[in-house]
């Protein structure tokens, strides 16, 4: 993107995040080759749902907690993402999968249920499934859409992270990666 945003506007930061998703877009809609820089919440919120509703068959998450929230932003609960991941799984032969590493974010006493987007998709198709992967962090969070695009965080301490629409050959190994960790003995099932 050419355009710039003069910081000293006090609607810089709409401008960007407009400019940002743009940038996702035109990604999405071309497939190109391109890394992408995703650390800021926004960000990853909307390019997840693109990934939901570029998706043809099949998007996969490894997470920490399946955040609702980041810093006041919306992330796996906002509305458009739930209702891009809902018409996903609407398809005939659509699945998400989802690998929380550590507890899943919900309020104490709740359950896997009541986080908004299982709660949502669990309702929205019969391929959902929810597990928690028990042993020890290897690497950050990552998604993949249907084995062409994937979003990977590069420093976890920071959320620091790319994505790519057009990079099959890594998005194919993290799909790889997130099957065995799927079936390994570490990963038990929450939501069937």
Do not use: W
């Amino acid at each position: 993107m050419s355009e710039t945003v003069n910081l000293r506007d006090p609607n810089a930061a709409d401008k960007a995040d407009a400019l940002y998703r743009q940038m996702i877009d035109a990604a999405a809609e071309s497939g190109e080759h391109k890394t992408i820089s995703n650390r800021d919440p926004r960000h990853a919120g909307y390019l997840m749902q693109t990934f939901f509703g570029c998706a043809k068959e099949r998007v996969r998450i490894y997470t920490t907690q399946l955040a609702r929230q980041i810093d006041s932003e919306h992330v796996y609960a906002s509305p458009e993402l739930i209702e891009k991941a809902s018409a996903l799984l609407a398809k005939p032969d659509s699945h998400v999968s989802i690998i929380v590493q550590g507890d899943l974010d919900v309020d104490k006493g709740m359950e896997a249920m009541d986080h908004p987007l299982i709660a949502a998709l669990s309702h929205a198709g019969a391929h959902l499934r929810v597990s928690q992967y028990t042993a020890e962090r290897q690497f950050g969070d990552f998604a993949v859409m249907d084995e062409t695009a994937y979003r990977a965080e590069v420093d976890g301490d920071r959320a620091t992270a790319i994505a790519n629409f057009g990079d099959p050959e890594f998005a194919a190994m993290l799909a790889e990666l997130f099957d065995s960790m799927e079936t390994s003995d570490h990963c038990r099932q929450i939501v069937p």
